[in-house]
């Protein structure tokens, strides 16, 4: 398989790495991007920096690849996608897939005209073993009805200090914090319902990373804790002083189609992170943590635990294991068509749920989904 690559940064030269990985005949025939960050990490595919397009136009018009993988900042996916359809190629985009809703309007609207199947999205959580086991829970009747779900998604400080140092510190160019970091998590859980939200609320701000929180003395605000992680394009030094729009703490409450809820919580500084849910339904309770490598079921009426499993590995490495089983999905699906477990739509709906999430946060309202569902399903074209 050979790919064409639009905004080469960390996060593409991992996904590309696992990729061929999975494809030993995987190569890269051209790329473009004025400061590729993650270039130094594919030293293996004999790339130089010589060797870029000077744009997308010119990548799709002179290289021959099958696969055009988007990487690029988020504001700039639906561009970068529409481009690669609109050349007959087939496209991978990081997630999330778009920022703001009428970029996601405009990509239904691609979505209709192209077809789902020509759009895979690197929403890696599904792929994940303990989300599989989660699904395995439902479907084998162990939770009943779901009425109640608690998830979080907290980070540690060294990376909430990314965040605020990175690109996607804007929302101009990131859209909001809990679309940027958590659409994998409201994608899960949406895919564990099958459902839609129908009404969300938020609250949130900033507390940890501003100017009185920033360290003194011995401690200060360049400690290398802050700057463990690597940014690339449009980064800056200050942590707590940084010019970052987005805020670092959030929660989020969501009322599903059939009456569930979630309660959702995001920090960006939490010492011993962690990112797990329970999940409460009439049959039974399901537990599970992502960083700390368990999942549980236990029988409501009995209280017996009926499964406990410890995952081996190391819970950081490649999305707890997702990116490479992302990989191996996606490279099987486009060499014999064999179902993902994530779709374009899957991911819209997720960040549209974020998206609606945030403005909640902002107006200080409780907000009815029905009206941006129904525009989106026009877009679709699922209604007349």
Not at 93 to 103: F, S
Not at 241 to 267: C, K, M, P, R, V
Not at 320 to 329: I, K
Request: aromatic share 10%; with cysteine; hydrophobic share 40%.
């Amino acid at each position: 398989m050979k790919v064409g690559i639009v905004g080469l940064g960390f996060r593409m030269s991992n996904v590309v790495n696992e990729f061929h990985k999975v494809d030993p005949e995987f190569s890269i025939a051209g790329y473009v991007d004025p400061a590729p960050a993650g270039l130094p990490n594919l030293h293996t595919f004999g790339i130089e920096p010589g060797d870029a397009y000077t744009s997308l136009d010119d990548l799709l018009k002179n290289a021959d690849f099958d696969l055009l993988m988007v990487g690029s900042p988020n504001y700039l996916h639906l561009e970068h996608v529409k481009a690669g359809l609109e050349a007959g190629k087939r496209v991978f985009t990081e997630k999330p897939v778009v920022i703001n809703e009428e970029q996601t309007l405009a990509m239904a609207a691609l979505v209709r005209q192209y077809g789902s199947d020509n759009i895979i999205v690197g929403l890696v959580l599904r792929y994940s073993p303990l989300f599989i086991d989660l699904m395995h829970a439902k479907q084998q009747g162990q939770l009943g009805e779901i009425a109640s779900i608690e998830a979080t998604e907290h980070i540690r400080p060294f990376h909430g200090a990314f965040f605020q140092r990175d690109w996607r510190r804007y929302e101009k160019y990131a859209g909001p914090y809990i679309l940027e970091k958590c659409c994998h998590d409201i994608d899960l859980y949406q895919g564990l319902m099958g459902e839609r939200p129908v009404r969300v609320a938020s609250f949130g701000g900033r507390k940890s990373f501003t100017p009185d929180q920033e360290p003194q003395g011995d401690f200060n605000a360049s400690a290398e804790l802050y700057h463990t992680k690597p940014s690339g394009w449009s980064s800056t030094d200050a942590v707590f002083t940084s010019d970052a729009d987005i805020i670092d703490y959030q929660t989020a409450l969501i009322e599903y189609s059939g009456g569930a809820t979630l309660a959702f919580h995001a920090n960006l500084n939490v010492p011993d992170e962690f990112r797990r849910f329970c999940v409460i339904g009439s049959k039974g309770m399901a537990e599970g943590d992502f960083v700390r490598n368990f999942f549980r079921v236990h029988d409501a009426r009995s209280g017996d635990k009926v499964v406990s499993t410890e995952y081996e590995g190391n819970a950081y490495d490649g999305h707890y294991g997702a990116d490479a089983l992302m990989a191996e999905h996606v490279v099987k699906h486009l060499k014999t068509g064999s179902p993902l477990n994530v779709s374009v739509v899957d991911a819209l709906e997720a960040g549209l749920t974020a998206i609606k999430i945030d403005e909640a946060r902002k107006k200080r309202s409780v907000i009815d989904l029905t009206e941006s569902w129904q525009r989106f399903d026009q877009e679709l074209g699922r209604m007349s």
